[in-house]
């Protein structure tokens, strides 16, 4: 039994281990400057605007305004920190790779370019 236990507790462990920190954007290099446009709406578009681009479930989710203005939380709903997580499963999470760049996005100060 008390092998068992250390094992779920390895296991939780190993498997929190590598993921990334959100809204921890000083830790992200930003070396690229991220395009609105051609990065951060296609992602949003493709993971949320099934449900969230003509507002009848909150937040409304459509533009560049929308977008920006609910920058943090749709950040936070990435992982589900303090929130629900968005896409909701089973529908596939955002990879961390897009996560970064939307972090990165926010920390350039979420041109619209
Ligand atoms: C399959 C439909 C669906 C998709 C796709 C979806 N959402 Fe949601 N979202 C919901 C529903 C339903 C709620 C309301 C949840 C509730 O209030 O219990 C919600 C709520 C939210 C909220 C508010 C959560 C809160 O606790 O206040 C945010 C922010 C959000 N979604 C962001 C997103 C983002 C960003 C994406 C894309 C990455 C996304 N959603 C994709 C269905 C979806």
Redesign the pocket.
Known sequence: MRFFTLFIVFLFVSCSKDEMKIGDTANIDCTDTISFQNEIYPL?QN??F???EDGS???K?SDYGNISS?AS??LS??SGEG??K???PP?EA?NDSLIKKFSCWIEQGKLNN
Request: aromatic residues 4%; contains cysteine; glycine residues 0%.
């Open positions: 949003i993971s949320c099934s449900c969230h479930i909150a937040p989710i609910n939380t749709i709903s990435f929130i629900q968005m896409p909701p529908n955002v």
